[in-house]
């Protein structure tokens, strides 16, 4: 079993809004559910070369017994041309139920 996190910048326009909707909407559609962590976003720092950059954060997870390394490649790219994002991180981690 998989836990597959989405770490996605918390943008307040409509058309990052309606694409936050329809994004849990699918992952809820193929996983069976989604868990949003958006009470408290994260905030992001890295240097860029021209100084620190930061950006709010807020994750999407989901549960996935197998681990479709091309699917999500895909699915990231598809999301990075949406959100006009350089790069997006999609992490995932092995877990076992206790």
Do not use: N
Request: aromatic fraction near 8%; charged fraction near 35%; proline fraction near 4%.
């Amino acid at each position: 079993m998989f836990i597959i996190e989405l770490l996605l910048p918390l943008k307040a326009t409509p058309p990052a809004r309606a694409l936050y909707g329809s994004l849990r909407k699918a992952l809820i559609e193929k996983f069976g559910g989604v868990t949003s962590f958006t009470r408290a976003p994260a905030e992001g720092l890295w240097d860029s070369g021209e100084g620190v950059e930061k950006d709010d954060i807020v994750v999407l997870e989901v549960m996935a017994e197998e681990l479709d390394r091309d699917w999500w490649r895909h699915f990231r790219q598809k999301l990075e041309r949406k959100l006009q994002e350089k790069e997006l991180v999609v992490r995932c981690h092995k877990i076992e139920r206790l």
